[in-house]
T-cell receptor, first 114, second 112 residues
Framework: GAVVSQHPSWVICKSGTSVKIECRSL??????MFWYRQFPKQSLMLMAT?????????EQGVEKDKFLINHASLTLSTLTVTSAHPEDSSFYIC??????????FGPGTRLTVL | GENVEQHPSTLSVQEGDSAVIKCTYS??????FPWYKQELGKRPQLIID?????GEKKDQRIAVTLNKTAKHFSLHITETQPEDSAVYFC???????????FGAGTILRVKS
């Protein structure tokens, strides 16, 4: 089956620093990737839709200047959390859509901001 | 936009019994309805999905039914086992290339 990787799997950073999370589709090309955030005991909430070669589409209430998304190739999308604060601590999960099948999820990145 | 409601939020069953989780959606253009199982700290795992051109789909102990007129779909797990204990999410989408909107989740506990 299709494989999606994320890196890092976990990260701890100080408040005010920036953190970059990578999402890669390893054996297929993904024009579209999605970024979700999941707080403890809650559901997955879509943050943004990442489209290769164009600007990301952000969901209502998600600050595009704080959560920078770059989808520079058909196999890589990155999410940068700028000036991270403790309230940004969460589980970030990406998914990649091969357009011929269901979305495939990455393993997630646990972000802890101190 | 799409809104997906999921019930119940928690469900406890005895091993061997059946479990049913129900979801409703609001967007009539949605045509893809997956169900995911998520264990703590891990990615959602697709367990079954259904598209709007069918009303029911079954895979061993798991089945999903879809009522497009009423805009609701359900997950049925028969002969539950302790390893079925997890959080289950329903989702709805307009299909390939479109975002998934998730329900709030159901914590399923199977007691042995």
């Amino acid at each position: 089956g299709a494989v999606v990787s994320q890196h890092p799997s976990w990260v701890i950073c100080k408040s005010g620093t920036s953190v970059k999370i990578e999402c890669r589709s390893l054996d297929f090309q993904a024009t579209t990737m999605f970024w979700y955030r999941q707080f403890p005991k809650q559901s997955l909430m879509l943050m943004a839709t990442s489209n290769e070669g164009s600007k990301a589409t952000y969901e209502q209430g998600v600050e595009k200047d704080k959560f920078l998304i770059n989808h520079a190739s058909l196999t890589l999308s990155t999410l940068t959390v700028t000036s991270a604060h403790p309230e940004d601590s969460s589980f970030y999960i990406c998914s990649a859509d091969p357009l011929y099948n269901e979305q495939f999820f990455g393993p997630g990145t646990r972000l802890t901001v101190l | 936009g799409e809104n997906v409601e999921q019930h119940p939020s928690t469900l406890s069953v005895q091993e061997g019994d059946s479990a049913v989780i129900k979801c409703t959606y609001s967007d009539s253009a949605s045509n893809y309805f997956p169900w995911y199982k998520q264990e703590l700290g891990k990615r959602p795992q697709l367990i079954i999905d259904i598209r709007s051109n069918v009303g029911e789909k079954k895979d061993q102990r798991i089945a999903v039914t879809l009522n497009k007129t009423a805009k609701h779909f359900s997950l049925h797990i028969t002969e539950t086992q302790p390893e079925d204990s997890a959080v289950y999410f329903c989702a709805a989408s307009r299909g390939y290339g479109n975002k998934l909107v998730f329900g709030a989740g159901t914590i399923l506990r199977v007691k042995s």
